[in-house]
């Protein structure tokens, strides 16, 4: 659960980036990206996490995907889902075979996956680091400094597709040494939502013991 909601809030951070006094050149790429994201209605991928600690000879990955359409998501990751259809949020672990049902609050909506693009206008300062080259692509590279010096987290590397404007991965770096690494995979845009996309359907899920905190 809490490597779960580390992913979401790493993404989060992505792009909570500040306005003022920032590089115009990055604020244009991040905008084109923002827009880019903001212009479907729905879209989902498949994505690549690896934690990485040199020092203390960590290397973990995790693989999960990601469904999004408005204030709705979807993520699963190492045998856990979230579910949130704006105003309900599912969480399920499949080992358990248990489903916590719990009301939107704040901190869960700022955590919220479906926001990860149009939330960079406050609380970091960001930069245009040059661009790379990436399975025969080519990226603009934005690195990303908090303006609040306690936050965990020093620096956030992003690589923006110069193609489509799409965030092929990103790399987030925290005083303890820590290095996420995100990748994102088949990324799909507008593709077709079942009807129950964003709920948690017990019919599906036999004997699942169900926790309701609402």
Same mark, same amino acid.
């Given at each position: 659960?809490?490597?779960?909601?580390?992913?979401l =809030?790493?993404?989060?951070?992505?792009?909570?980036?500040?306005?003022a006094?920032?590089?115009?050149?990055?604020?244009?790429?991040?905008?084109?990206?923002?827009?880019?994201?903001?212009?479907?209605?729905?879209?989902?991928?498949?994505?690549?996490?690896?934690?990485?600690?040199?020092?203390?000879?960590?290397?973990?990955?995790?693989?999960?995907?990601? =469904?999004?359409?408005? %204030?709705?998501?979807?993520?699963?990751?190492?045998?856990?889902?979230?579910?949130?259809?704006?105003?309900?949020?599912?969480?399920?672990l499949?080992?358990?075979?248990?489903?916590?049902?719990?009301?939107?609050?704040?901190?869960?909506?700022?955590?919220?996956?479906?926001?990860?693009?149009?939330m960079?206008?406050?609380?970091?300062?960001y930069?245009?680091?040059?661009?790379?080259?990436?399975?025969?692509?080519?990226?603009?590279?934005?690195?990303?400094?908090?303006?609040?010096?306690?936050?965990?987290?020093?620096?956030?590397?992003?690589?923006?597709?110069?193609? %489509?404007?799409?965030?092929?991965?990103?790399?987030m770096?925290?005083?303890?040494?820590?290095?996420?690494?995100?990748?994102?995979?088949?990324?799909?845009?507008?593709?077709?939502?079942?009807? %129950?996309?964003?709920?948690?359907?017990?019919?599906?899920?036999?004997?699942?013991?169900?926790v309701?905190?609402?």
């Amino acid at each position: 659960m809490k490597k779960l909601f580390s992913l979401l =809030l790493g993404m989060l951070l992505l792009v909570n980036l500040a306005q003022a006094q920032q590089d115009p050149k990055a604020a244009k790429i991040l905008n084109a990206m923002s827009q880019k994201y903001k212009s479907m209605k729905a879209f989902k991928a498949d994505f690549a996490q690896t934690l990485e600690n040199p020092s203390a000879k960590v290397k973990e990955t995790m693989q999960g995907s990601i =469904l999004v359409s408005g %204030d709705k998501y979807r993520l699963g990751v190492s045998g856990q889902e979230i579910i949130n259809d704006g105003k309900l949020m599912w969480t399920y672990l499949q080992d358990a075979n248990e489903v916590t049902i719990t009301e939107n609050d704040a901190e869960a909506e700022a955590m919220s996956p479906n926001k990860i693009f149009d939330m960079y206008k406050k609380g970091y300062k960001y930069a245009y680091a040059g661009s790379q080259t990436i399975d025969g692509v080519k990226h603009d590279v934005i690195e990303l400094a908090p303006e609040d010096r306690k936050n965990p987290i020093y620096k956030v590397r992003l690589y923006i597709s110069q193609q %489509d404007k799409t965030l092929k991965s990103w790399e987030m770096f925290r005083n303890n040494g820590n290095r996420y690494a995100y990748t994102i995979k088949n990324f799909q845009a507008n593709p077709a939502l079942a009807a %129950d996309a964003f709920t948690f359907n017990k019919a599906k899920h036999k004997g699942v013991s169900v926790v309701d905190l609402r």
